[in-house]
């Protein structure tokens, strides 16, 4: 007999084994992709953490900035797009990927976003990544327009500085780094928030005052 429009499909067992294997086709190529993603955990950066334990990787940086901005959004109580936020914080550094860590107070830093963009275009274009927003995100981030990414911003420049102070400023001393220079690359926190740019100061000459920067 003729099918009506409103009776639903019966499938054949032909239909879900065609389906079972597009499934499993497609789990083999999320995994891959999860796993691109994964040597992310292996770009060390050049910051100390557990006051000193060890230096941490670019994979820890980005769970640690995503779970404070998520924190400092809720302290400040402003009308922040908390899930974007933390996609901007988790994708942040995702170009270090292809082209490693770059150290904070380095001679290459302006150059730096080059290659991580070419990075991020390329793990975007991995065929099991389902999500297609991610250059569009990091260069949201990279721009630092948005209201989430300038507190992005804010809160990636304070979390290192906070290693350093928990760890007697061992990076500082490990690179050399004077407190005009950590001056230099806080700067514009004073502008965005004035409130956390004034705890930074207080810790900033503190740092000096036990001898952990020099103040020159």
């Known amino acids: 007999r003729t099918m009506r429009p409103s009776e639903p499909r019966v499938r ?12 499993r086709d497609r789990i083999s190529e999320i ?17 100390y953490i557990n006051g000193g334990e060890r230096v941490e990787n ?15 959004s809720e ?10 936020l933390i996609k901007l914080a988790l994708l942040h550094d995702l170009g270090e ?9 380095s001679i290459n830093r302006n150059n730096a976003h080059i290659e991580e963009r070419e990075s991020v275009k390329q793990i975007a274009m991995h065929p099991g990544n389902p999500i297609g927003a991610i250059v569009e995100l990091w260069e949201e981030q990279e721009a630092g327009i948005s209201k989430e990414a300038k507190l992005l ?4 420049r304070l979390l290192p500085f906070l290693h350093n102070i928990t760890s007697e ?6 690179n050399d780094i004077h407190r005009d220079q950590v001056l230099r690359m806080h700067q514009f926190i004073e502008s965005e928030s004035p409130e956390i ?4 100061m207080s810790k900033l000459d503190y740092a000096v005052e036990q001898g952990w920067l020099t103040g020159s």
Not at 12 to 23: E, H, N, S, Y
Not at 31 to 47: G, P
Not at 58 to 72: D, G, N, R, T, V
Request: include cysteine; charged fraction near 25%.
């Open 31 to 47: 995994s891959d992709f999860l796993l691109q993603l994964d040597a992310l955990k292996s770009v060390n950066r050049r910051t």
């Open 75 to 84: 302290m400040m109580q402003d009308e922040y797009d908390v899930p974007k």
């Open 97 to 105: 990927i292809g082209a490693g860590d770059t150290f904070l107070y």
């Open 153 to 156: 911003k804010v809160i990636d």
């Open 12 to 23: 054949g067992p032909l239909d879900l084994d065609v389906r079972r294997k597009c499934l």
């Open 58 to 72: 670019s994979a820890e940086h980005s769970w640690h900035l995503a779970m404070a901005c998520w924190a400092f």
């Open 169 to 174: 400023g061992r990076a500082w001393k490990d």
């Open 197 to 200: 740019y004034g705890w930074f």
